[in-house]
């Protein structure tokens, strides 16, 4: 297929300088800036995976004992994995896998596994917002 479009002057003389610096026709550094321009627009269309659906029926788990649990000991537990099953500590350890493994072996395979932060860190700040 044959194009022809017309571009104000100023702008040819940048598209010819870069086909010289990249050591091609003005014809081809066109065709490749414009094929590189559609293959990223469809990249950011496109989602980074397939989600599938694996369940509708499964109960949400109230986590409030849990995230109370936390608040009350964060200071205590600052820097570590915990493993929470209700207000319940199952496990506490610096590795994420030892802390999970734990709370399985207690029967526990739901468990909240979380690295918990203590008071004395500032918090994570997103979208220009700081709550305390």
Avoid: C
Wanted: net charge negative; proline share 4%; no cysteine.
């Amino acid at each position: 297929m044959t194009l022809t479009v017309n571009v104000p002057e100023e702008l040819e003389h940048q598209i010819e300088a870069e086909a010289t610096r990249h050591g091609v026709s003005k014809d081809e550094f066109i065709k490749i800036v414009l094929e590189e321009r559609l293959d990223r627009q469809a990249n950011q269309r496109r989602p980074p995976f397939e989600s599938k659906i694996i369940a509708t029926d499964l109960p949400v788990r109230d986590r409030s004992r849990e995230y109370e649990w936390l608040a009350k000991h964060r200071d205590e537990y600052d820097g570590k994995y915990v493993a929470l099953d209700g207000d319940k500590l199952l496990a506490v350890s610096d590795d994420y896998k030892e802390a999970a493994t734990t709370a399985r072996e207690l029967g526990a395979g739901d468990a909240l596994i979380v690295l918990v932060e203590g008071s004395n860190r500032p918090r994570f700040i997103s979208g220009g917002i700081w709550r305390r």
